[in-house]
């Protein structure tokens, strides 16, 4: 089951939005150049508050264009900032992390240098070409505007010289816009136009009436006129719509200038391959009268292949079309029509065109790209430090090494500030560079002690610290750290451990000792060594023979059960313990924390982690090969960390699990025994593990998607279609449902939930995460006591309160995990109150609101049958008596169902193109215009 790639139209119906808000919130209005520095203005004919750009670079020149070419201009577009140094220089700007910004750069030659020479260069966003600036004229004002996702808490806007003339900037506008506006599959949209049709004024609408300051450019195509029928403006409506469109803009409209004519217009593209999406504005602007029969009803094109069913409004009604993924052509040419039923003529307000700018270079680590910059502010490094520090690889920190590899963010290797006139203590951000291999800081004037801190970086083979001012013993923990080159030389007051301990001896030697002090030293010294030797001959001696006993005790455990094991373990030192059974006994707390009974804990004491088949066990040096020296680190799970690998050419998962979490090492041991047992395509699939000394690891499968947590949320740019979601869901009863009833002993998971949930390349869902799994034998009985585990939100109410545990305890957290992909709301609401997700489903359920039940981004494309059927299997789930939920293979058949539903209503759907099928939907509230064929 892929996500459809089908050219799915999507139909938002929205009030008209006529309120000008005059709230700059998630604003950031930047005049470069303005001077002087820290400055601030609003713009008279904006009402829009600019700041000086001198807190966003440091570098650059501060100008003004010539005054004959001010004269038309706003005040924002005066002065600029050129970078007549260094072949990249960057602003970077705090942004909200995770939001969606429109940013938008401007630049007007203006003659500022006096050269009359227009010149060309390149635009960055972070570590990506954004696009190339080219000026015709020194008026001309050049505007690129881009909608980005952000990741980070920083954004870097950068002008690259590309040897065509010194690069500037005259304004930098970011503007915050809600997550759930433009919501593509794409992480950026680059600006092709943005078209206010029939606009009497032929002035660019943006702020004020604009909320987002969107600029709209006037337009009337050839062959349509504006639209002449209304003798009185609109009344006034606040907008709840998602995209908040200008008044300005909405009540004016063109219509075909003749009689039975259509309203054409379109672009061709410079670049035939690049993939664009566009949204189209409707709004009915002419009041009905009493008993008037007036209808407006159209049909819309694109190439010459109709989109379907006729479209109509009601007054003041605004619809809006978006395709949910791109398209490639050659040339686009819509076309509006009237229906023969139609006593109007068409009409469209509004336009906008955006084309894919998938900007596909990873940033530099998130963690060292930090510290660097951290670094150079300590320093205050005079280097073109600007940018991404690793990448472009062309225009890399000078200084730097980096390694790159694959899909993998780049790291920093190595960091050569030699002779760079730093001064102070060594700088704890260094700590912060993990791949760090080589550091050289010679050659300075830095001062204090050698820090501990240096001995933590893994990978530190070279470290150069001669002819600086460091003073102190060098760590003994860095003295002794295996392949490591110390340099020191040069620096008078550094010496390593034992020799500052002489060089104090030394420098006592002067004062002279009484004649009788020496022998009674060397007596006392000579007792003591006496007494030591002693006192570790016994030693020895006792612990051997406590060492036999030991020994003999377990052996005895290892045949007779377990209870003899658990009585001796008790009594050994901490260290024996974790050599013996492979983590730390910690009974009472490990029950609490991972939910294991006294029986789990001690067979988990007993039973070796190991194995068959025995093909399956990787040694920790084949781990570290499969990893690449743990090389693409993909953050924390549970109790350790996941990485990405190559096994036999293929790309692998690799959990690793830490050596000192013995509750890791259940739960991973766990996993590993079901995991062997266990085959289904809807199923993680394990191919190795590793258990070598303290070093745990195992092996599964990629998951190209990650989970589903990453996808279903209201925030997320993924938007799946009904027909997906239901696959999804049909995908983990499945798997839930062999769990129960296709193995022997069944299999209870215990911990159900989005996370757990992982999405391939083509979005079929594999349901993981068997750390708290488990086996029970159906034949003793339907249920078995055990202690809770789980994730709140997830877990069953009732096997909450009597530690119960039932094949119905995972319908209850599928249950949730269902409502979360129909809704796309998280199992805990957190709005004025916490609120589960059952709780608030069901109180629209009950009002039949199913609308408002559904996420959102969905506008209505799906089939209500089955919309309401599995809003309903998923209330089922959730009943807090468990007599009442279904069993799997039950919700399993209904789910199908379901998608059979779907997948029906969709074979109506019309065949936009030869090359692929489109399918074409709409639909939202409670009376849905027609839908599509």
Same mark, same amino acid.
């Given at each position: 089951?892929?996500?459809?790639?089908?050219?799915?139209?999507?139909?938002?119906?929205?009030?008209? +939005?006529?309120?000008?808000?005059?709230?700059?919130?998630?604003?950031?209005?930047?005049?470069?150049?303005?001077?002087?520095?820290?400055?601030?203005?609003?713009?008279?004919?904006?009402?829009?508050?600019? !700041?000086?750009?001198?807190?966003?670079?440091?570098?650059?020149?501060?100008?003004?264009?010539?005054?004959?070419?001010?004269?038309?201009?706003?005040?924002?577009?005066?002065?600029?900032?050129?970078?007549?140094?260094?072949? &990249?220089?960057?602003?970077?700007?705090?942004?909200?992390?995770?939001?969606?910004?429109?940013?938008?750069?401007?630049?007007?030659?203006? +003659?500022?240098?006096?050269?009359?020479?227009?010149?060309?260069?390149?635009?960055?966003?972070?570590?990506? =070409?954004?696009?190339?600036?080219?000026?015709?004229?020194?008026?001309?004002?050049?505007?690129?505007?881009?909608?980005?996702?952000?990741?980070?808490?920083?954004?870097?806007?950068?002008?690259? +010289?590309?040897?065509?003339?010194?690069?500037?900037?005259?304004?930098?506008?970011?503007?915050?816009?809600?997550?759930?506006?433009?919501?593509?599959?794409?992480?950026?949209? %680059?600006?092709?136009?943005?078209?206010?049709?029939?606009?009497?004024?032929?002035?660019?609408?943006?702020?004020?009436?604009?909320?987002?300051?969107?600029?709209?450019?006037?337009?009337?195509?050839?062959?349509?006129?504006?639209?002449?029928?209304?003798?009185?403006?609109?009344?006034?409506?606040?907008?709840?719509?998602?995209?908040?469109?200008?008044?300005?803009?909405?009540?004016?409209?063109?219509?075909?200038?003749?009689?039975?004519?259509?309203?054409?217009?379109?672009?061709?593209?410079?670049?035939?391959?690049?993939?664009?999406?566009?949204?189209?504005?409707?709004?009915?602007?002419?009041?009905?009268?009493?008993?008037?029969?007036?209808?407006?009803?159209?049909?819309?094109?694109?190439?010459?292949?109709?989109?379907?069913?006729?479209?109509?409004?009601?007054?003041?009604?605004?619809?809006?079309?978006?395709?949910?993924?791109?398209?490639?052509?050659?040339?686009?040419?819509?076309?509006?029509?009237?229906?023969?039923?139609?006593?109007?003529?068409?009409?469209?307000?509004?336009?906008?065109?955006?084309?894919?700018?998938?900007?596909?270079?990873?940033?530099?680590?998130?963690?060292?790209?930090?510290?660097?910059?951290?670094? =150079?502010?300590?320093?205050?490094?005079?280097?073109?430090?600007?940018?991404?520090?690793?990448?472009?690889?062309?225009?890399?920190?000078?200084?730097?090494? *980096?390694?790159?590899?694959?899909?993998?963010?780049?790291?920093?290797?190595?960091?050569?500030?030699?002779?760079?006139?730093?001064?102070?203590?060594?700088?704890?951000?260094?700590?912060?560079?993990?791949?760090?291999?080589?550091?050289?800081?010679?050659?300075?004037?830095?001062?204090?002690?050698?820090?501990?801190?240096?001995?933590?970086?893994?990978?530190?083979?070279?470290?150069?610290?001669?002819?600086?001012?460091?003073?102190?013993?060098?760590?003994?923990?860095?003295?002794?750290?295996?392949?490591?080159?110390?340099?020191?030389?040069?620096?008078?007051?550094?010496?390593?451990?034992?020799?500052?301990?002489?060089?104090? %001896?030394? =420098?006592?030697?002067?004062?002279?000792?009484?004649?009788?002090?020496?022998?009674?030293?060397?007596?006392?010294?000579?007792?003591?060594?006496?007494?030591?030797?002693?006192?570790?001959?016994?030693?020895?001696?006792?612990? =051997?023979?406590?060492?036999?006993?030991?020994?003999?005790?377990?052996?005895?455990?290892?045949?007779?059960?377990?209870?003899?094991?658990?009585?001796?373990?008790?009594?050994?030192?901490?260290?024996?313990?974790?050599?013996?059974?492979?983590?730390?006994?910690?009974?009472?707390?490990?029950?609490?924390?991972?939910?294991?009974?006294?029986?789990?804990? +001690?067979?988990?004491?007993?039973?070796?982690?190991?194995?068959?088949?025995?093909?399956?066990?990787?040694?920790?040096?084949?781990?570290?090969?499969?990893?690449?020296?743990?090389? &693409?680190?993909?953050?924390?799970?549970?109790?350790?960390?996941?990485?990405?690998? %190559?096994?036999?050419?293929?790309?692998?998962? !690799?959990?690793?699990?830490?050596?000192?979490?013995?509750?890791?090492?259940?739960?991973?041991?766990?996993?590993?025994?079901?995991?062997?047992?266990?085959?289904?395509?809807?199923?993680?699939?394990?191919?190795?593990?590793?258990?070598?000394?303290?070093?745990?690891?195992?092996?599964?499968?990629?998951?190209?998607?990650?989970?589903?947590?990453?996808?279903?949320?209201?925030?997320?740019?993924?938007?799946?279609?009904?027909?997906?979601?239901?696959?999804?869901?049909?995908?983990?009863?499945?798997?839930?449902?062999?769990?129960?009833?296709?193995?022997?002993?069944?299999?209870?998971?215990?911990?159900?939930? *989005?996370?757990?949930?992982?999405?391939?390349?083509?979005?079929?869902?594999?349901?993981?995460?068997?750390?708290?799994?488990?086996?029970?034998?159906?034949?003793?009985?339907?249920?078995?006591?055990?202690?809770?585990?789980?994730?709140?939100?997830?877990?069953?109410?009732?096997?909450?309160?009597?530690?119960?545990?039932?094949?119905?305890?995972?319908?209850?957290?599928?249950?949730?995990?269902?409502?979360?992909?129909?809704?796309?709301?998280?199992?805990?609401?957190?709005?004025?109150?916490?609120?589960?997700?059952?709780?608030?489903?069901?109180?629209?359920?009950?009002?039949?609101?199913?609308?408002?039940?559904?996420?959102?981004?969905?506008?209505?494309?799906?089939?209500?049958?089955?919309?309401?059927?599995?809003?309903?299997?998923?209330?089922?789930?959730?009943?807090?008596?468990?007599?009442?939920?279904?069993?799997?293979?039950?919700?399993?058949?209904?789910?199908?169902?379901?998608?059979?539903?779907?997948?029906?209503?969709?074979?109506?759907?019309?065949?936009?193109?030869?090359?692929?099928?489109?399918?074409?939907?709409?639909?939202?509230?409670?009376?849905?215009?027609?839908?599509?064929?």
């Amino acid at each position: 089951m892929m996500v459809s790639k089908a050219f799915t139209f999507l139909c938002c119906v929205v009030l008209i +939005n006529l309120s000008n808000a005059q709230d700059q919130t998630g604003f950031i209005s930047i005049d470069c150049g303005l001077q002087p520095d820290n400055s601030s203005y609003t713009e008279s004919s904006t009402g829009i508050d600019y !700041v000086s750009d001198s807190s966003y670079t440091d570098t650059g020149t501060n100008s003004f264009v010539a005054p004959e070419y001010r004269a038309n201009m706003m005040q924002s577009m005066w002065s600029v900032r050129s970078f007549p140094e260094g072949s &990249r220089n960057c602003y970077t700007i705090g942004v909200n992390i995770t939001a969606k910004y429109l940013i938008r750069a401007a630049f007007m030659y203006g +003659n500022y240098d006096t050269r009359n020479e227009l010149p060309g260069f390149d635009l960055h966003l972070g570590p990506n =070409k954004w696009d190339s600036v080219k000026l015709e004229s020194s008026e001309q004002t050049v505007s690129k505007e881009i909608i980005y996702s952000v990741l980070t808490d920083t954004l870097q806007v950068c002008l690259v +010289n590309t040897g065509n003339g010194t690069p500037f900037i005259s304004v930098l506008e970011l503007r915050q816009l809600p997550d759930s506006s433009y919501a593509t599959k794409s992480e950026s949209l %680059q600006l092709f136009q943005r078209l206010d049709f029939g606009s009497s004024t032929n002035l660019t609408v943006r702020y004020p009436d604009d909320v987002f300051d969107r600029k709209w450019f006037p337009s009337t195509p050839n062959g349509s006129k504006q639209l002449s029928e209304l003798s009185t403006s609109p009344p006034s409506r606040n907008s709840s719509g998602k995209f908040q469109l200008p008044q300005a803009v909405m009540r004016t409209a063109v219509i075909p200038e003749t009689t039975g004519g259509s309203v054409d217009f379109g672009w061709t593209p410079d670049d035939p391959s690049l993939e664009f999406y566009f949204y189209l504005y409707f709004t009915e602007l002419q009041e009905p009268s009493s008993g008037s029969v007036a209808r407006r009803e159209f049909i819309i094109s694109l190439n010459g292949n109709s989109f379907g069913r006729p479209f109509s409004l009601d007054y003041l009604e605004t619809l809006v079309l978006s395709i949910s993924n791109p398209l490639s052509e050659q040339s686009f040419q819509f076309s509006i029509s009237q229906t023969r039923d139609s006593t109007l003529p068409p009409l469209i307000n509004a336009m906008e065109a955006y084309f894919v700018n998938k900007l596909p270079q990873s940033s530099t680590d998130q963690n060292d790209l930090s510290a660097m910059r951290n670094i =150079k502010s300590a320093y205050k490094v005079k280097r073109n430090w600007e940018g991404d520090t690793c990448v472009p690889q062309a225009y890399t920190w000078e200084g730097v090494n *980096c390694t790159y590899s694959g899909t993998s963010m780049p790291r920093v290797i190595s960091l050569n500030l030699s002779s760079a006139g730093l001064t102070g203590d060594i700088a704890s951000d260094i700590s912060l560079l993990t791949r760090l291999q080589v550091l050289d800081l010679s050659n300075n004037n830095l001062t204090g002690p050698v820090p501990d801190f240096l001995a933590q970086l893994q990978f530190l083979r070279v470290l150069n610290l001669a002819n600086n001012q460091l003073s102190g013993p060098i760590p003994s923990i860095l003295m002794r750290k295996s392949g490591l080159s110390i340099s020191i030389e040069g620096n008078p007051s550094i010496c390593a451990a034992g020799a500052c301990e002489e060089l104090s %001896q030394t =420098k006592s030697k002067k004062k002279k000792l009484p004649g009788f002090v020496i022998p009674l030293v060397a007596s006392l010294a000579g007792l003591i060594l006496i007494a030591t030797i002693s006192a570790a001959i016994l030693f020895i001696f006792i612990r =051997k023979k406590k060492q036999g006993r030991t020994v003999n005790r377990t052996i005895t455990a290892s045949s007779n059960g377990p209870s003899l094991l658990r009585r001796d373990t008790g009594s050994m030192p901490r260290s024996m313990q974790r050599r013996e059974t492979g983590f730390t006994t910690r009974p009472s707390l490990q029950r609490i924390e991972s939910g294991m009974t006294d029986d789990e804990v +001690n067979e988990t004491a007993v039973d070796s982690f190991d194995m068959e088949p025995a093909n399956r066990k990787f040694t920790y040096a084949e781990i570290v090969n499969i990893t690449n020296g743990f090389e &693409r680190d993909q953050g924390k799970v549970g109790f350790g960390r996941n990485y990405l690998g %190559q096994l036999n050419g293929k790309e692998v998962t !690799v959990k690793v699990v830490s050596s000192l979490s013995s509750q890791g090492y259940k739960q991973l041991r766990a996993e590993v025994k079901h995991l062997f047992r266990i085959h289904h395509k809807n199923l993680i699939t394990m191919l190795g593990y590793c258990n070598e000394g303290d070093k745990l690891a195992v092996i599964y499968e990629y998951m190209a998607n990650g989970n589903l947590k990453q996808h279903i949320s209201e925030s997320s740019p993924t938007v799946f279609s009904w027909e997906d979601r239901l696959g999804i869901a049909v995908d983990v009863a499945q798997g839930l449902e062999y769990l129960h009833t296709g193995c022997t002993p069944p299999i209870i998971h215990r911990n159900v939930k *989005c996370t757990n949930v992982f999405l391939d390349e083509n979005f079929n869902a594999k349901l993981g995460g068997f750390g708290l799994s488990r086996a029970f034998d159906a034949a003793e009985g339907s249920h078995m006591n055990t202690a809770i585990a789980g994730t709140p939100g997830y877990v069953d109410p009732e096997y909450y309160t009597s530690n119960i545990l039932t094949e119905k305890s995972d319908v209850y957290s599928f249950g949730v995990v269902l409502l979360e992909i129909v809704t796309a709301k998280p199992a805990i609401i957190k709005d004025e109150e916490r609120m589960h997700i059952s709780q608030w489903v069901e109180s629209l359920l009950h009002r039949e609101n199913i609308e408002e039940i559904l996420d959102p981004s969905l506008c209505g494309d799906y089939d209500l049958t089955s919309a309401f059927k599995t809003v309903e299997i998923a209330v089922a789930c959730v009943c807090r008596n468990s007599g009442d939920r279904p069993g799997m293979s039950r919700v399993v058949t209904a789910l199908k169902e379901s998608l059979a539903a779907e997948v029906e209503r969709k074979k109506d759907l019309p065949v936009v193109s030869t090359d692929s099928v489109e399918d074409l939907a709409l639909g939202f509230g409670s009376n849905p215009p027609p839908r599509l064929r």
